[in-house]
């Protein structure tokens, strides 16, 4: 009862059975599903802990799942757009060889290109960044030869590397340059020649 009755009081009542309508420990089926012998295997212990997850969010509990509340419905939604989120250079990545001047794609998703200034949610624009150091969430981006900003939104450019080595950080930021952080942005070292 006592694991029946944490998960009643952790999910604040869920629109579950009454507090007296709960089984007592010998029938709530997570108490049957943990293995009573040492050796079981973790997978065993899995599939049983599934089943009974299976069996206590039934339509006969009249519990709901957590992926199929709202709360759930809203997090997997976050979380997939957070998985396919972000920005890149689109073809050009790590390794590559390549001339100068160096013609640069620059591609977001998840949020939208506004030109500077524009300040609502889910906007910014691209800034790239030519070896120097990564700039963190919330700190404005400076503007000088190595912090290059496309404040039109621009979304490809084209500019003169000297040959040599050379890292360039697309970074993405809102509407007065602030930056999102490292998961708005990309990173790629690349080989100038001659």
């Known amino acids: 009862m006592g ?34 012998q040492k050796k079981a295997s973790s997978e065993e212990a899995n599939k049983e802990l599934e089943k009974a997850f299976e069996q206590l969010f039934s339509e006969k509990s009249g ?18 757009m957070k998985a396919s989120s972000g920005v890149s250079f689109g073809e050009l990545k790590t390794g590559d060889t390549v001339s100068s001047p160096l013609k640069l794609a620059f591609e977001v998703s998840g949020m939208t ?7 609502d949610e889910g906007t910014g624009h691209h800034h790239l960044i030519i ?21 039109k939104g621009q979304t490809s450019a084209e500019i003169v590397l ?3 080595e050379h890292t360039l950080t ?12 490292p998961q708005w942005s990309s990173k790629v070292t690349v080989t100038v020649t001659e």
Do not use: N, R, W
């Open 162 to 164: 000297a040959p040599g």
């Open 170 to 181: 697309l970074q993405f930021a809102d509407g007065m340059h602030v930056s999102y952080g």
């Open 131 to 151: 070896d120097s150091a990564d700039i963190p969430k919330g700190t404005p981006i400076p503007m000088d030869a190595q912090h290059i900003h496309y404040g």
């Open 113 to 119: 290109i506004q030109p500077a200034g524009v300040m």
């Open 3 to 36: 694991l029946m009755l944490a998960l009643l009081v952790a999910c604040g009542g869920c629109g579950g059975p009454a507090v007296e309508d709960v089984p007592v420990a010998e029938e709530a089926p997570i108490a049957k599903a943990i293995p009573a």
């Open 63 to 80: 519990f709901i799942k957590p992926e199929d509340d709202l709360f759930g419905q809203a997090q997997a939604k976050a979380d997939k």
